[in-house]
T-cell receptor, first 112, second 116 residues
């Protein structure tokens, strides 16, 4: 699976948009980008995933560059409850299994 | 619809003992996998079961084992516990089909194991 690189930590003001970058320069054509977050002492929570088109759901938006070598997760109006570690993961399209490779993630701190 | 359920949530064991953790996947999900999370190593994949068969395995010693029942519920067992086995053990489930449409992986809240 492709390796991902994320900043170790980021801060965001409450109510502002949080933009979390992820680099996956070795991603191959059949690999999807997934985002999960983990709030302290809880299990990882699925946020969103995409292949090459931008995606949006009730939690966030995912912007994937045209060359697919990087992506940005956008939380449009961050709240204190969005403070968590955010993981960017690439997963092969033909991977039916649950074997996700987690990196260190980005620790997002939303401040009042 | 109920999420992934793990029991127990917290437990304390003594070195040398064994422990069994249980996971009930989301209804309709046939794939169950287990992960270990420690401060030093982060989130690491242990193994995955699909239709009662181990489909993928991570790089953990044989003391770590698992099984899946016909109703897709799964258990993992750690024998001869060591202090380093203290961790959050997470279970995840998905439909297990090939392809991504509707095959998202969902995690439970985890079981906190402390070995003393």
């Amino acid at each position: 699976d492709a390796k991902t690189t994320q900043p170790t930590s980021m801060d965001c003001a409450e109510g502002r948009a949080a933009n979390l970058p992820c680099n996956h320069s070795t991603i191959s054509g059949n690999e999807y980008v997934y985002w999960y977050r983990q709030i302290h002492s809880q299990g990882p929570q699925y946020i969103i995933h995409g292949l090459k088109n931008n995606e949006t759901n009730e939690m966030a938006s995912l912007i994937i560059t045209e060359d697919r070598k990087s992506s940005t997760l956008i939380l449009p109006h961050a709240t204190l409850r969005d403070t968590a570690v955010y993981y960017c993961i690439v997963r092969p399209a033909n991977n039916a299994g649950n074997m996700l490779t987690f990196g260190g993630g980005t620790r997002l701190m939303v401040k009042p | 619809k109920a999420g992934v359920t793990q029991t127990p949530r917290y437990l304390i064991k003594t070195r040398g003992q064994q422990v069994t953790l249980s996971c009930s996947p989301i209804s309709g999900h046939r794939s169950v996998s287990w992960y270990q999370q420690t401060p030093g190593q982060g989130l690491q994949f242990l193994f995955e079961y699909f239709s009662e068969t181990q489909r993928n395995k991570g790089n953990f010693p044989g003391r770590f084992s698992g099984r899946q029942f016909s109703n897709s519920r799964s258990e993992m067992n750690v024998s001869t516990l060591e202090l380093g086995d203290s961790a959050l053990y997470l279970c995840a489930s998905s439909r297990g089909d090939r392809g991504h449409s509707g095959n998202t992986i969902y995690f439970g809240e985890g079981s906190w194991l402390t070995v003393v």
